[in-house]
């Protein structure tokens, strides 16, 4: 064993010997030691500090009268004391321990993965090393100025647009901001009401705004959004695939050409894996960003509840969807981008006389609700109505926005292309159109 660990779990034991009142500031757990005398003298310091007693010299020989010979006597406490020239360094040797710990600990669960090596233990592996990182390693935390300088940029930022990415429907876009960076967003609805059309509306919209868009699909294979993504960007009835020789008219054919050479210039990865787990998004995610370093990412899962738990415990589903929502928002913290995960709603929406969803409605809820930034249904009266005077209108019912107000928008919703348009605007080209009409009759007549 090299001596570093051994001087630098020293130095850590020393310092509070002299000073007792940094064990208040200190993280380290006994496990974290490596050393077995270290061990013992440290969980005897920290029992003094649960009992409110300083762990000073005295009262640690005093807790280890039984066992000094073990930890080599009075004399070696006393050495680790003076081996310390000054405790402004404790930070310091704290960290060096904790790294030390990670490099056993990681070398400890690669042996094991290679005596047991198959499919289901790499998974297991990056999620052991990927929560073993984050336990031990500290982020490093901005001062205070730090802070409130950027805030203080961020309020002479001269800049018009959005801080965040756009959805394409203008009256969202006004009550969110856009989707923002490290947010989680949950944007629910029930089956075939239009979740799926809605999420490749908004990639396409931050594709053509500069933006990158990485499409996890769990639910539907990539040709099938392919197929979506070019009936949406030119106005191809969905219904036409599935028999394109007979049914395609040569305008089809030629808006469908169209749309792909559109398409191919976009920077969108769509990532089709029906048993993906949260570990599989994580790395995949850290590629993206590596591929795109100075571009914005949008990040959207299809669907939440189909992500597969990493560790199979035992525990009830709620619990595993739980434990995924709260993955999903470290992630969007971590790399910088915001995540927008479409999600279920039970089946009990259809037992009551309203059908629009609430927070409730949410499947496997858990602590979704606790974990999103944002929680968006969609709902059409159309869904659950042929004869409603509401055809291909969607509202989309903003219920929670930790940063902003809550509201619902409306947008239009053709469902044959799936394609989404802001209502506000198609307003305004129905007066326009219906002006020109009166100013031609006026002409004619």
């Known amino acids: 064993m090299s001596e570093q660990p051994t001087i630098a779990e020293q130095a850590v034991i020393g310092a509070i010997l002299i000073d007792p009142e940094l064990i208040k500031e200190c993280s380290l757990q006994e496990e974290h030691f490596y050393e077995s005398q270290h061990k013992i003298i440290f969980q005897a310091m920290l029992t003094l500090e649960q009992n409110d007693t300083p762990p000073d010299l005295v009262a640690v020989v005093t807790v280890l009268s039984e066992s000094l010979e073990q930890i ?4 070696y406490l006393s050495d680790l004391m003076n081996a310390v020239a000054t405790t402004s360094n404790f930070k310091y040797y704290e960290e060096l321990t904790l790294e030390h710990f990670r490099k056993r600990a990681a070398i400890k669960l690669t042996e094991q993965f290679y005596n047991e090596a198959n499919d289901e233990t ?3 592996l990056i999620t052991d090393l990927q929560q073993l990182q984050e336990l031990t390693m500290k982020k490093q935390h901005r001062t205070k100025n730090e802070i409130l300088i950027d805030v203080v940029n961020t309020m002479h930022d001269p800049t018009d647009e959005m801080l965040g990415r756009p959805s394409g429907i203008m009256d969202l876009d006004k009550m969110t901001g856009g989707w923002q960076k490290q947010d989680l967003i949950i944007i629910a609805a029930r089956p075939s009401v239009g979740k799926t059309a809605f999420a490749l509306h908004m990639g396409a919209v931050n594709c053509r705004k500069g933006g990158v868009t990485i499409f996890f699909s769990l639910e539907m294979a990539d ?5 979506r993504l070019i009936s949406a960007e030119g106005k ?6 599935k028999n394109p020789t007979r049914l395609f008219s040569a305008a089809d054919y030629r808006q469908a050409v169209n749309a792909i050479g559109a398409i191919e210039k976009w920077d969108v990865e769509i990532i089709d894996n029906p048993s993906i787990k949260v570990t599989e998004i994580r790395s995949k995610l850290g590629e993206m960003k590596r591929r795109y370093p100075n571009r914005d990412l949008l990040v959207i899962i299809d669907y939440l509840q189909l992500i597969q738990s990493p560790n199979k415990r035992g525990e009830n589903r709620q619990q595993e969807v739980s434990d995924i929502s709260r993955s999903l928002k470290a992630i969007a913290r971590e790399l910088d981008v915001p995540i927008i995960a479409l999600s279920q709603l039970s089946r009990k929406v259809e037992t009551r006389q309203v059908k629009r969803p609430m927070m409730s409605d949410i499947r496997e809820s858990g602590s979704i609700e606790q ?16 004869e409603t005077e509401q055809q291909n209108k969607i509202e989309i019912i903003v219920a929670k926005q930790r940063n902003g107000p809550v509201g619902t928008v409306e947008a239009l919703f053709e469902k044959e292309y799936g ?16 002006m020109e009409d009166g100013e031609w009759e006026r002409f004619g007549n």
């Open 371 to 386: 974990d999103a930034d944002i929680i968006a249904f969609l709902y059409r009266d159309d869904y659950y109505d042929n």
């Open 223 to 227: 040709k099938q959004l392919a197929i």
């Open 419 to 434: 394609r989404f348009l802001n209502l506000a605007k198609s307003r305004a080209n129905e007066e326009k159109n219906e």
């Open 236 to 241: 191809i009835d969905g219904m036409k695939w």
């Open 72 to 75: 080599g006597g009075v004399a």
């Open 122 to 124: 790499i998974s297991s």
